[in-house]
């Protein structure tokens, strides 16, 4: 009952928060400004990246923040079929939107966006000559995020689209009649050779220009078979070309309005629009929902370590804030912003698994195939050996058993995906970075009630436990497909799968001690007929 309640609370606080969503808006915040909506009206944006995660999240944010603004195009590929309008349809009508919609209506955000043909990855950026020309005579603000965030990509492919990708970015805006502000989105975790990363730009791996340069007349084959000897000590490709693109950023500092925003793990959104909400399982919410459902149950990492996590809006809120600094204060020495939070919170892997699995019991997910349990292991020896035994043995039975039953088998398939990010999170996990962010500190500074408010970038108020649920509730329903009203039953399931685990390991401890005594009696007989024989021997001899 008082989970019912729970949910039903946490539907209404929804739902309100939607509803109430043009009141807020129009209620007078004291007597403060909002000096950043005001800084952005009339502001003409580029966007790249725009279909994922944050560049999503920051189309919201602005639309429904700085509802002045005049227009919007994003950079958008076609995908599977899908031309740029049809995907920029699709991303309205996600429930992401849903709070703005209520606030301005759908024909409102229709016109203030514009979905343009085009793919970073491509020459010229795959524009058409009309929408460039009319680019470099419209835009004011450009914010580039496109980037493959896959960290085993191919490194070709990760050049092409991460590193020559901001080159090209660059170019369009050199050309730009009337740039005011070109945002780069980098990441917290671009220059790992730095234990402590400052706010200020560093060498980088290799020489950008080069490396474009080489893979683009290479072949494919021959790419990867240097991938290993051009990353160096790099772990991945992102790191490397993230590095790369950095430096093209420094390169053009004094040529055109530009700074660096280096975000640390983005994660889900904390407080708006929707507490909780995500698109992908990447971070630490694919391993909630990976230990949730029963199939992650060991990880190899140093459990008091730490990484660094920022909610997507206030990612979002620190895009806009650094762009306000820029333009409004003409703050024109700060151009490397690192957005992160490991100085002010510090949660540890274990504490994490130790949250997640309270926070998994009270909000099951759908269909576990074993009850949550596991552990972090400090040996990587113990590490393997719990993968053999309570990851890829049950995944062949419980397929074997799939196969049998006539369905398509999958859990073998989900382990090697899981054995497979496991190779990226080791590194980080086994490894500690701490971040400067002292020019968030002074932005908090300069902000004032309103902007406080509409644009947080603190963590004041954060409870931990409730921001975990969030996720797992939002997990649930917009990521799983596990709607609310499917709880009880997957509470029901739980229980089942805690006495099927408590039955199957007093089975598993009563097969080994029927082992050890079978043994041990046949290891008796065995030493007593040797005892025997050496004696016989002895006295023939003597």
């Not at 009270?362 to 020896?381: A, D, T």
């Amino acid at each position: 009952m008082l989970h019912a309640q729970e949910e039903n609370k946490y539907r209404e606080a929804l739902v309100g928060s939607i509803r109430s969503a043009t009141m807020e808006q129009g209620k007078a915040e004291d007597v403060d400004p909002d000096r950043v909506a005001e800084t952005l009206s009339g502001r003409i944006f580029l966007i790249t990246g725009g279909t994922g995660f944050l560049g999503k999240v920051l189309i919201e944010k602005l639309l429904r923040c700085a509802p002045n603004l005049a227009h919007i195009y994003m950079l958008v590929r076609p995908k599977k079929g899908k031309d740029p309008k049809h995907r920029l349809d699709e991303i309205f009508n996600s429930p992401l939107f849903e709070k703005v919609k209520a606030q301005r209506g759908l024909p409102a955000l229709e016109k203030s966006v514009t979905a343009i043909c085009g793919d970073v990855a491509l020459p010229g950026l795959g524009l058409s000559e009309d929408d460039r020309k009319m680019l470099i005579e419209k835009v004011h603000i450009v914010y580039h995020a496109a980037a493959t965030v896959r960290f085993d990509e191919l490194l070709k492919k990760a050049v092409l689209l991460n590193t020559r990708g901001t080159k090209l970015m660059i170019d369009l805006a050199k050309e730009m009649k009337q740039l005011a502000l070109f945002v780069h989105i980098s990441t917290a975790y671009c220059h790992l050779e730095e234990k402590i990363l400052r706010e200020r730009t560093y060498p980088p791996p290799a020489d950008p220009h080069q490396v474009i340069k080489c893979v683009e007349w290479m072949d494919d084959e021959v790419v990867e078979a240097m991938t290993d000897k051009i990353l160096g000590k790099l772990p991945n490709t992102y790191a490397f070309t993230k590095a790369l693109s950095e430096n093209l950023i420094e390169q053009v500092m004094e040529q055109i309005p530009v700074i660096i925003m280096r975000p640390s793990v983005i994660i889900p959104i904390w407080k708006e629009p929707i507490p909780g909400w995500t698109d992908n399982i990447n971070g630490p919410t694919g391993l909630l929902i990976g230990a949730g459902k029963g199939v992650i149950r060991t990880m190899y990492c140093n459990e008091n370590g730490y990484a660094d996590y920022l909610p997507v809006d206030i990612a979002a809120n620190g895009v806009l804030l650094t762009t306000w600094n820029y333009l409004y204060w003409k703050d024109y020495d700060k151009r490397v912003y690192n957005f992160t939070s490991s100085t002010e919170f510090k949660i540890t892997w274990a504490d994490i698994i130790q949250r997640g699995r309270r926070i998994t019991e009270k909000i099951p997910l759908n269909g576990v195939v074993w009850y949550p349990g596991g552990s972090l292991k400090k040996s990587r020896l113990i590490h393997n050996i719990c993968i053999l035994f309570f990851h890829m043995i049950p995944a062949y039975l419980i397929d074997a058993l799939l196969f049998l039953a006539g369905h398509k088998p999958i859990m073998c398939r989900v382990q090697r995906r899981i054995n497979k990010g496991f190779e990226v999170f080791e590194y980080y996990a086994n490894n500690q970075w701490d971040f400067e962010n002292t020019y968030v500190e002074d932005l908090r500074k300069k902000i004032n009630r309103t902007e406080y408010k509409n644009y947080q970038i603190h963590g004041d108020d954060l409870d931990i436990d409730a921001y975990f649920a969030d996720c797992i509730r939002s997990a649930r329903v917009y990521v799983l497909n596990e709607p609310p009203e499917t709880l009880p039953a997957a509470r029901r399931h739980l229980r089942v799968m805690y006495w099927v685990d408590i039955i199957t390991k007093i089975l598993f401890f009563m097969l080994l001690i029927y082992l050890l005594a079978s043994w041990s009696e046949s290891f008796r007989t065995l030493l007593t007929t040797g005892v025997t024989y050496v004696t016989k021997g002895l006295e023939n001899i003597l």
